[in-house]
């Protein structure tokens, strides 16, 4: 394809995707700056910014060895050109970790201590806050325990408790309290057994598992703050209520009335044969009504002014002649639809043969027509 390409002379600018020179092409009157066939004929003066390629030993005023001293005054050199850096930790107790510039040097998930650990005070703690305590021979775990293993032992190596299962705890043995009441650390009574068999919570009940379970199966599933009732749910009153007590279901028989405001968030699906909406206004959000959806005879609908008795003035469609009409008189429980008078309907052209009806109008081309 032919196109316009520049003829270089002095003092152009030159656009060119490669030069070639058989020995160097030299930058500026004095040679300052000259790429040559090898390294050994290659000048670059003053300041630049790139890369080269090549070991550099032709380079001056660069650092080319690393000094390192450990903390047991321990020394060693580390060569820039010819060596690598390695940091590393004893097995089992330092972890060394490298992205990019950043060494990242810790201890291990696990470490392993092969010796006896002596603590100078008497606390060990978290990052947060203090989670153990020590005095003399005692020890006090300020928050949960956690057992690894799955026996909790006495002294004589005799199992006492045994976790299962998650959140299930075995006694071999009985429970014995010693007084009749339980307490938590602050001293305050939490459980008080009294009368034998009778039991007092004085505050909350919190279950750890998710089930409550009667003699012979679970009642209640807990999930966050859900409970769901496994079996039958009865009600010993007529009422349910909300936080603030006030009645919000009423129950009378199988009769369930709601007492106040009810929002559905998924679909409701009334069942029955009537549907009462005793509503001073009614909005509907959906842009269409969908009628006849459920009926034995799926062909007529439409809309009756109640003017006593079910009985009114009605807007329908007629299945027998697929035409919309009136009735002056219509009686809503019945199940066809009669009009005396029908819509017209207006057409602009004559490509539909439903709407070739009596009474209908065509205006197409300036011209207004009517079916008859």
Known sequence: MA??????????????????????????????????????????????????????SGLTGLVSTLGITGSDSSTGTVSLKTQNLTITGATNEINTNIAGQTVTIGLVDNPVI?????????????????????????VEVRGD?????????????????????????????DIKVGGNDIQASDGNNNITLTSNTLTTFAGDI????????SSTATALT????????????????????????????????????????????????????????NVANLAVEDKFILLNSGSSNPDEAGLVVDEGNGIGHAFAFDAGDLRWGFSGSFDSSTTSFTPDAYVAAVVTNDNVAEYRKAGNIRVEAGEIYIYV
């Open 222 to 277: 807990l999930s966050g703050e859900d409970v769901t009732v496994v079996g039958d749910l009865t009600v010993g009153g007529n009422d349910i209520k909300s936080s603030a007590g006030n009645s919000v279901f009423t129950l009378n028989g199988a009769n369930v009335t709601a007492n106040g405001n009810m929002a559905v968030t998924g679909d409701l699906t009334v069942n029955g044969d009537l549907t009462y909406l």
């Open 145 to 173: 325990l956690q057992v690894s293993g799955n026996d909790i032992k006495a002294s004589n190596g005799a199992v006492n408790i045994t976790l299962t299962n998650g959140t299930l705890t075995t006694f071999a043995g």
């Open 206 to 213: 919190k279950v750890v598992g998710n089930d409550i379970s």
């Open 114 to 138: 092969t010796g006896d650990i002596t603590i100078g005070g008497n606390t060990i703690s978290s990052s947060t806050d203090t989670a153990i305590e020590l005095n003399g021979t005692d």
């Open 3 to 56: 196109v316009w390409k520049k003829v270089i002379v002095s003092g152009s600018v030159a656009e060119l995707n490669t030069v070639s020179a058989s020995l160097a092409v030299v930058v500026g009157a004095n040679g300052y700056n000259k790429i040559g066939t090898d390294q050994s004929n290659t000048v670059l003066s003053g300041s630049f910014t790139g890369s080269f390629v090549g070991e550099g």
